[in-house]
């Protein structure tokens, strides 16, 4: 009963928006805003004749591949500029002014640049999604406690040793929240990427039935992208818990 109280009170406004949705547009006739249940089973029809698989797949494997190239770049960047005082004064202004291009406005500049192909939808990707985690990560190193710090000095452990079992663990928890920030960043990056001279993807699939008035797949690919982006956050809620148990545990003992 416990199990399915917490799953009513997790769901019950998802379920409630839906039925609303559902009922609101059951008798619409208006082309730009197709019934609920007909986006949806156009949504089914073309998951199932693999149509959407495939877009899916494609677009998928980008924003995976493109989320590896930002951890390793802003993981270990910020492990580096974190530690070292002179790097982070010097980096700033750098580092300041690509966060603050907007990541929509460089995807026609890299797709033009780089051509065709998965290559510059991954690059995209990968340069939205690497400053959340190397500011994070950042704040995370500069976070550590002196107490600990000192402690590496007088143990004298290697540089190797001290940022692997000193510097990672402290900043981990800020890793992981700029990880999480990314990902929905990632995600809406990978579907504008794929507006720009793509043939397969589901931003290519919303752009194309867009374009010929086919409202019921425009709506039914922005759901499914929804619905993609919700299950990757609660999967990525899972996935976190393992590494940084120590971490959840100490915050439920401090309540």
Request: hydrophobic share 55%; proline share 5%; charged share 15%.
């Amino acid at each position: 009963m416990d199990i399915l109280r917490k799953a009513v009170e997790k769901t019950w406004l998802v379920i409630a928006l839906v039925l609303l949705w559902w009922f609101a547009s059951a008798g619409s006739t208006n082309v730009f805003f197709p019934p609920l249940s007909v986006i949806l089973e156009t949504l089914w029809r073309d998951l199932a004749n693999g149509l959407l698989l495939g877009y899916l797949a494609f677009s998928l494997t980008n924003l995976a591949l493109g989320l590896l190239f930002a951890l390793v770049i802003g993981i270990g960047a910020g492990l580096l500029i974190g530690e070292i005082r002179w790097l982070r004064e010097a980096l700033a202004p750098f580092v300041d002014f690509a966060r603050s291009v907007p990541q929509a406005a460089i995807v026609p500049l890299i797709v033009g640049t780089f051509g065709l192909g998965a290559g510059p939808k991954i690059y995209t990707i990968a340069f939205a999604c690497v400053f959340p985690i190397l500011l994070n990560t950042i704040d995370g190193v500069r976070g550590i406690e002196p107490t600990i710090r000192r402690f590496g000095k007088v143990y004298r452990i290697s540089p190797a040793r001290y940022f692997r079992r000193v510097v990672l663990p402290g900043a981990m928890p800020q890793i992981f929240a700029g990880i999480r920030v990314a990902l929905p960043i990632g995600i809406t990056v990978m579907v504008v990427s794929e507006l720009y001279a793509a043939n397969r993807g589901v931003g290519f699939y919303i752009l194309n039935s867009s374009s010929t008035f086919q409202l019921a797949q425009t709506w039914a690919g922005a759901v499914l992208v929804g619905v993609v982006g919700y299950a990757i956050a609660l999967l990525f809620f899972r996935i976190e818990r393992i590494p940084l148990r120590w971490y959840f545990t100490s915050g439920a003992m401090a309540k």
